[in-house]
């Protein structure tokens, strides 16, 4: 389970190779201001549940990871907001995104493993993070995950004029929502019991474990984007 859960951590490593900025009016985000290449960028973010949260991200605060596949849309996709003032940083994550495509953005789109999407909170010397892999555990219904996946819808994908042959100038417009959860990093006795008698007994549930025994807590996080990013010049966006 932990090896599974820190997956997503190295794929994002990866994955955010390019720092975009964006414009925005998704879902009515605000305005950012676009900066020397005449990029712009900005999320939107409201948190709610175990955890209130309630941010706008513009410029460097926003981020943008890109990786190009090698089959048209199988484009991978991170987007990430980050909020940071005296000493608390909040951070929102989505992704790696596969199925990212420019000429179809309502293609299926896939998170991996469930880990789609992560609220990262920091305060001083104590911090937390609920991810969708957690939700998948400990509140989870569907065996298929289908409440633990990332919902990343556009409104508008808008190629525009690049002076640089060797990249293509988009706009993307749109939303996000998902469930994650913070589970306990050492399950207790009580719960790891509780969910192997269950299993024995009754065989396969969802979700695996008992939320409330074993002190699961669940948030929902949602929000809108407006960014302008440059991306890899293809002969085919994909």
Known sequence: ??????????????VATLAGCGDKDAAKPGTAAADARGLSKSMTVDVSGALNLHYEAKGDAVAV??????????????????????????????????????????????AIMFQGGRVEVAHDEN????????????????????????????????????????????????????????????PSDDCTKEAAAYAAQHGERHPGFDAKLCEAKSVVAKGSFDITQDFPATNKAG
């Open 1 to 14: 389970m932990t090896q599974a859960r820190y997956l997503p951590f190295l794929l994002i490593a990866l």
């Open 65 to 110: 990871g890109f990786l190009p596949g090698k089959l048209p849309g199988a484009n991978w996709l991170t987007l990430s907001a980050d909020q940071e003032a005296e000493g608390d940083r909040n951070e929102v994550s989505i992704g790696p995104i596969m199925g990212f495509s420019f000429d179809n953005p309502d293609q299926e789109k896939q």
């Open 127 to 186: 911090s937390a993070s609920y991810d969708t892999g957690s939700y998948y555990q400990y509140f989870d219904a569907d065996k298929s995950g289908a409440n633990s996946n990332v919902q990343l819808n556009f409104s508008k994908i808008e190629k525009l004029e690049s002076s640089n042959k060797l990249l293509d100038r988009y706009r993307l417009v749109g939303t996000f929502k998902f469930n994650a959860a913070l589970s306990p990093e050492q």
